[in-house]
């Protein structure tokens, strides 16, 4: 079975600052890995996603997650942060379904990133 | 770009009352999921099709059904609404798998709030 846990339910950083949002998985298989973000009042946006090939993922608005399989996590980080970075970060691992012919996100319970002038 | 639109950003409903939240996405995908995400829980699957008038149970289906008579349209029906069904509402697509494992992320509508009172 999978889960995913994500360490710290609130992180504040200041402007300029390196963002480091930490997520940890446990998977039976090799995962597929994604960070989702969401901004105040909007669904969930794809940030970028681990499938295969280079571990270090590069996604939208220059965040990066490092996948370590001896560590078992992903996380996800941003060498300076700006105050548009500031919503809610989703790590999740896909998972099979019964049918075979989807797959099932199983999500982490949500990082709220504020950043302070 | 994938376009998943849900039919109302808030809804006030009363205990008791037959609730309809409606999805719809224009990308011809073959998968649908309906969510609920509350503080501190994260996304939790309620259920999701994958194809037409097929649906199978998510994590937490008890007090809801869905429907899907067309491919691109996916609704949630809570049956007796109760207070504790007051949440933010997600409903997401995404293509057909053609492994048992997907790296197809999902794609996200802006959610409905719904107020049970």
């Known amino acids: 079975a999978q889960s995913v846990t994500q360490l710290g339910s609130h992180v504040s950083v200041s402007e300029g600052a390196l963002v480091l949002l930490r997520c940890n998985y446990s998977s039976s298989v090799p995962p597929y890995l994604f960070w989702y973000v969401q901004y105040p009042n909007q669904g969930l946006q794809l940030l970028l996603k681990y499938t295969t090939g280079a571990t270090l993922v590069k996604g939208i608005n220059g965040f990066e997650a490092e996948f370590k399989k001896s560590e078992t996590s992903f996380h996800l980080t941003k060498p300076s942060a700006h105050m548009s970075d500031a919503a809610e970060y989703f790590c999740a691992v896909s998972r099979p379904l019964n049918t075979g012919t989807a797959s099932k996100l199983t999500f982490g319970t949500g990082t709220r990133l504020q950043v302070t002038l | 770009d994938v376009k998943v639109t849900q039919s109302s950003r808030y809804l006030v409903k009363r205990t008791g009352e037959k609730v309809f939240l409606e999805c719809v996405q224009d990308m011809d995908h073959e998968n649908m999921f309906w969510y609920r995400q509350d503080p501190g829980l994260g996304l939790r699957l309620i259920y999701f099709s994958y194809d037409v008038k097929m649906k199978e149970k998510g994590d937490i289906p008890e007090g809801y059904s869905v429907s899907r008579e067309k491919k691109e349209r996916f609704s949630l029906i809570l049956e007796s609404a109760s207070t504790n069904q007051t949440s933010m509402y997600l409903c997401?697509?995404?293509?057909?798998?053609?492994?048992?494992?997907?790296?197809?992320?999902?794609?996200f509508g802006d959610g409905t709030r719904l107020s049970i009172l």
């Open positions: 997401a697509s995404s293509p057909l798998a053609r492994a048992t494992y997907s790296n197809q992320p999902q794609h």
